[in-house]
């Protein structure tokens, strides 16, 4: 039996996260987004896999932000 990638990326993109991590810290204009991880996206089922850097306490949740063409050259 053999297996076919179903990614519609390149094959160079393939490991690359689809999304950043971020925490909100504050509320209202003086909040701020403390950048804690990566994620990609499972192109089978829509899932996320989100890995962390370092060891994060996250009480309030985070969010998954798509990695855009700008935010991809960072």
């Not at 519609?8 to 950048?35: L, M, W």
């Amino acid at each position: 039996m053999t297996y076919q990638n179903q990614n519609t990326r390149n094959e160079g993109e393939a490991n690359k996260p689809t999304h950043i991590v971020k925490v909100r810290d504050g509320s209202g204009r003086r909040a701020t987004y403390e950048r804690i991880g990566v994620a990609w996206e499972n192109v089978e089922d829509g899932s996320l896999y989100i890995r962390v850097h370092g060891t994060q306490i996250v009480s309030g949740g985070f969010t998954c932000y798509p990695i855009d063409d700008q935010e991809a050259g960072q």
